[in-house]
């Protein structure tokens, strides 16, 4: 039966990868696990009343509709609302050019298919989301990677590449408190990155599910932002957003903002892909959002969040070895551990997990191999107390490993 299955598949799924993550999502139901893994929202932050007076009034006010076919492109008065939401940042655009996926990573998922060849490069940085790497993996590109440090991905390395003649399909980006590392794109790089696309001709596909939860400053300005303040219109941006980290990620509700040749494209695969994101959770996003509550929501959510960071890099400087260093984002959700070299942290997540704690080995989120001796670590799912138990464990297991080493 087997050989029946291993002859199946086509070339490119031979490439697919089960998700470390997703591996992982499975430990955080056992409650003795403290799991750094998952990037999940916290649950006490998802607006329950909101939500559900919302669903309510959904499938009261015009339950045929929130229950009929709608169309692909999403329905019209939340992309008329995205379009406010998105002009506050500076991202000008008409409805037309908005489209409400399925979840964010539907917009990934799509750019894939829409933009890559087997074999035709792709940019990313290194480390990237491996929700993106996953997505594109079985479509075969040839991976570019580009170096990433406290102020984002290296746009002079970039700039190398497009001056020796590489032509990537699109250059990935999580622009804000990046996904796994949690460094944030500075505006000077960002400038200069939508320079390079206006003299290469480069697609930049920005991915921003993280920007309005930030601790410190102000709300960076997506490149988004800055290709329309350049050119008049979004022009070399795809900007995908959504409400999994705003609202709740069981809506499944994203979108993105595009240049029309590519939203006309897109609405051709939608179809073929699920007709249409969910009429009803269209609408409770809609509802829940329309009066405000978004601006009431983030700020609290911001609250908690900042005071689990801080509770975690206080723990992390507390219990960690020395040699052990880490980011210190400004916002997500997200710390990146760095290990001393020669410690692989997928080897070491096996002594973790008998000590109940888990995170996510840093390798699965590099395109090409590499980053052993990485780790992510989740700070926006656990309370307080859990976050100084687990590092507390963490650096147990590290300070054991390190001196078995010596
Ligand atoms: C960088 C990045 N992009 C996309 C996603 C997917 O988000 P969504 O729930 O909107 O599909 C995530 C989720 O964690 C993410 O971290």
């Given at each position: 039966?087997?050989?029946?299955?291993?002859?199946r598949?086509?070339?490119?799924?031979?490439?697919?990868?089960?998700?470390?993550?997703?591996?992982?999502?499975?430990?955080t139901e056992?409650?003795?696990?403290?799991?750094?893994?998952?990037?999940?929202p916290?649950?006490?932050?998802?607006?329950v009343?909101?939500?559900?007076?919302?669903?309510?009034?959904?499938?009261?006010?015009?339950?045929?509709?929130?229950?009929?076919?709608?169309?692909?492109?999403?329905?019209?008065?939340?992309?008329?609302?995205?379009?406010?939401?998105?002009?506050?940042?500076?991202?000008?655009?008409?409805?037309?050019?908005v489209?409400?996926?399925?979840?964010?990573?539907?917009?990934?998922?799509?750019?894939?298919?829409?933009?890559?060849?087997?074999?035709?490069?792709?940019?990313v940085?290194?480390?990237?989301?491996?929700?993106?790497?996953?997505?594109?993996?079985?479509?075969?590109?040839?991976?570019?990677?580009?170096?990433?440090?406290?102020?984002?991905l290296?746009?002079e390395?970039?700039?190398?590449?497009?001056?020796?003649?590489?032509?990537?399909r699109?250059?990935?980006?999580?622009?804000?408190?990046?996904?796994?590392?949690?460094?944030?794109?500075?505006?000077?790089?960002r400038?200069r990155?939508?320079?390079?696309?206006?003299?290469?001709?480069?697609v930049?596909?920005?991915?921003?599910?993280?920007?309005?939860?930030?601790?410190e400053g102000?709300?960076?300005?997506?490149?988004?932002?800055?290709?329309?303040?350049?050119?008049g219109?979004?022009?070399?941006?795809?900007?995908?957003s959504?409400?999994?980290?705003?609202?709740?990620?069981?809506?499944?509700?994203g979108?993105?903002?595009?240049?029309?040749?590519?939203?006309a494209?897109?609405?051709?695969?939608k179809?073929?892909?699920?007709?249409?994101s969910?009429?009803?959770?269209?609408?409770?996003?809609?509802?829940?959002?329309?009066?405000?509550?978004?601006d009431?929501h983030?700020?609290?959510?911001?609250?908690?969040?900042?005071?689990?960071r801080?509770?975690?890099?206080a723990?992390l400087a507390?219990?960690?070895?020395?040699?052990?260093?880490?980011?210190?984002?400004?916002?997500?959700?997200?710390?990146?551990?760095?290990?001393?070299?020669?410690?692989?942290?997928?080897e070491l997540l096996?002594?973790?997990?008998?000590?109940k704690?888990?995170?996510?080995?840093?390798?699965?989120?590099?395109?090409d191999?590499?980053?052993?001796?990485?780790?992510?670590?989740?700070?926006?799912?656990s309370?307080?107390d859990?976050?100084?138990?687990?590092?507390?464990?963490?650096?147990?297991?590290?300070?054991d490993?390190?001196?078995?080493k010596?």
């Open positions: 039966m087997s050989d029946l299955w291993s002859e598949f086509a070339a490119g799924v031979q490439q697919m990868r089960s998700s470390a993550v997703r591996d992982l999502l499975k430990l056992q409650p003795d696990v403290i799991s750094f893994g998952g990037g999940l916290a649950p006490e932050s998802f607006p009343e909101e939500l559900a007076a919302a669903a309510e009034q959904a499938l009261i006010d015009n339950p045929s509709a929130a229950l009929q076919y709608g169309l692909t492109e999403g329905y019209r008065p939340l992309r008329e609302f995205l379009v406010t939401r998105m002009a506050m940042l500076g991202i000008r655009v008409p409805a037309e050019q489209m409400v996926t399925h979840g964010s990573q539907q917009g990934l998922d799509m750019a894939g298919r829409l933009l890559i060849d087997p074999g035709a490069p792709v940019a940085e290194d480390p990237s989301y491996l929700g993106a790497l996953g997505a594109w993996r079985s479509l075969q590109p040839a991976w570019v990677t580009l170096n990433l440090d406290d102020d984002g290296d746009v390395q970039l700039e190398r590449m497009l001056a020796s003649g590489v032509r990537p699109f250059l990935y980006v999580v622009s804000c408190f990046q996904n796994p590392t949690g460094v944030t794109l500075s505006l000077g790089r400038v990155l939508l320079e390079l696309a206006a003299r290469y001709g480069l930049i596909l920005e991915d921003d599910p993280y920007g309005e939860l930030y601790y102000e709300r960076a300005r997506p490149l988004a932002a800055l290709d329309v303040e350049m050119h219109e979004l022009r070399h941006v795809i900007y995908l959504t409400f999994s980290k705003q609202l709740a990620p069981g809506l499944r509700v979108w993105m903002a595009a240049p029309p040749a590519y939203i494209r897109a609405a051709i695969l179809q073929g892909l699920d007709l249409h969910n009429s009803f959770a269209q609408r409770v996003a809609y509802l829940t959002c329309k009066d405000g509550l978004l009431r983030i700020p609290v959510i911001r609250e908690v969040y900042r005071a689990r801080d509770v975690m890099l723990a507390a219990e960690m070895p020395a040699g052990v260093r880490w980011t210190k984002p400004a916002g997500g959700m997200f710390c990146w551990l760095t290990l001393p070299d020669g410690i692989n942290a997928t096996k002594r973790c997990l008998d000590q704690v888990a995170y996510v080995p840093g390798a699965a989120f590099y395109a191999g590499g980053g052993e001796h990485t780790a992510r670590l989740n700070f926006s799912f309370a307080p859990r976050i100084r138990a687990g590092i507390a464990r963490l650096g147990e297991v590290f300070r490993a390190l001196s078995e010596r």
